[in-house]
């Protein structure tokens, strides 16, 4: 589905990913595990078209995406979640994941703002898909309020929410289980799970429980390297890995 | 209290113009958080090609057509040449790039035009209605600038709230980067917006003209108050635009009747200073980043 090869990023002379090679099977929950300042969010940035890699290809379905730009990827199937939760402020929950549905929006400019017939209906699609998906997340009872009124669990469900809304073949999360409680984390873990084959995922996380829990693959990073990969039995008792990302302490 | 009914009914009618041009400033707010404060240089440039398409066709409607066109072409042209490359560099370098744009157009104005004030003749009659035995200070003219301005918030009110596209591009200003990953061209908005930014302030400087003069410094004193009404309006407001550009005009009719025409432009800075220290965020902005 997804595979780098040999990416390098510099940046200000700092080699901040250097030869990364990985695949991401399709269909599979696949994680990205390294400690901080590994390079994690750098790989996905430069998937996302935020950051261009020096060098090295990055192929989707097997064709190269090194040159699309950030706007393009929705269309492609491509969508992704923020490390921060990236919410519009003063756009209402709805019409926050409303915009995440607009990336397979066919209409054009004039015909929208003439609110031609076909138009009308497919801003009605958008809408009751957006819709669903809220109740999906049982968030239905607060799509009027703005981001701002809500706990912080709850805008991170709704950025998922906006993730999933354009049905993308692959999903990348940065992080979504960061600052929120036990019990969130057991239904990100049990969404997770259901949203595959239909979708590959690639999950960056710290939460190890989670990561060990839900990935049939697990590549991870150190100082820009990839050091290891496998599954998580394989990486649980990688001793590369746990030197480098447990640390000895817990190795012990 | 015939007087004032007088002073307030001509200052709404005024209010409507000033409020066009607020739409104006605030729509470029919206798509790239820069005041343009060039817009009303456009919009009297576009006016001079207009009136120009006025005397050589005689039609107002055609006059009023190219004017909205070029001023759609003159805010791209600005958006793509200027605020683009400036933007790169420093935001706040882009609001200082806007004053630069304002005196290059007047300079390029009265270069081809003069500097000798014009007259451009309204559509239909600028006097008084006769109506209940007595004269009001309400033209067929301001009741076109009434309609004109009604219409125009109602396209654009539904064209932000109920298309995609205006979901687009309300995104792309509060965050490009987020935008992007949801699929939208912010490029594309960021252009959308100047351009529609163009037409309606062109749209404001043809309605005013015959109200005035027009000569390359004409439309100084509305960029004041469109820009006072903007601002107390919240400045991402288009509602907000609109109530306070009419509110504007009618204070300063009534300061213009009961005083002096010159007191105008204090009274509106004034306006605009007491207001954004009493509320900062002006009166219908979401937003509630902005500190005096």
Known sequence: MLELTGVDVTVSGLKILDGVSMKVPAGSITGLIGPNGAGKTTAFNVVSGFVRA????????????????????????????????GLFPTLTVLENVMLGATSRNKAGILSESLALPWVDKEQRVIRQKSVEILR???????????????????????????????????????????GVGAEEIRELSALLQQLTPECTVLLVEHHMELVM????????????????????????SNQDVLTAYLGEAEVS | ???????????????????????????????SRVVNFAQVGQAMFTTFISLWIYEVSGSWLLALLIAICAGAILGLVVHLLVMKPVRRADASGAIIATFGVLIALQAAAGMIWGGDPKAFVPPVANSGLEFAGRIWPVSWYDLLIFAVTSVLVLALSYVFTRTSFGLAMRASALNPEV????????????????????????IAGVLIAPSATLSPNSFDLLLVFAFTAAVIGGLDSLVGAVA??????????????????????????????????????????QSKSRVV
């Open chain 1, 54 to 85: 020096n060098s090295g290809t990055v192929t989707f379905k097997g064709k190269s995406i090194n040159h699309v730009k950030t706007h393009q990827l929705a269309k492609l199937g491509i969508s992704r979640t923020l490390q921060a939760v």
């Open chain 1, 213 to 236: 829990e839900v990935c049939d693959l697990i590549w991870v990073l150190d100082a820009g390297k990839i050091i290891a990969s496998g599954t998580p039995a394989q990486i649980r």
């Open chain 2, 1 to 31: 209290m015939n007087q004032f009914l007088d002073f307030s009914l001509g200052g709404i009618a005024n209010g409507a113009v000033i409020a066009l041009m607020a739409l104006a400033l605030v729509l470029v707010w919206r798509s």
């Open chain 1, 136 to 178: 999906r997340f049982t968030l239905d009872s607060v799509m009027d309020a703005m981001p701002g009124e809500l706990p912080y669990p709850t805008q991170k469900k709704v950025a998922l929410a906006r993730a999933l809304v354009s049905e993308p073949d692959l999903l990348l999360l940065d992080e979504p289980a960061g």
């Open chain 2, 179 to 202: 935008a992007r990953i949801s699929g939208v061209r912010v490029s594309r908005m960021l252009i959308l917006g100047w351009a529609m930014a163009g037409s309606v302030g062109a």
């Open chain 2, 244 to 285: 306070f550009g009419v509110g504007t005009g009618l204070v300063l009719s009534l300061v213009t009747g009961y005083s002096d025409a010159s007191n105008a432009p204090i009274v509106s800075l004034v306006l605009l200073v007491v207001i954004l220290l009493m509320k900062p965020d002006g009166f219908f902005s």
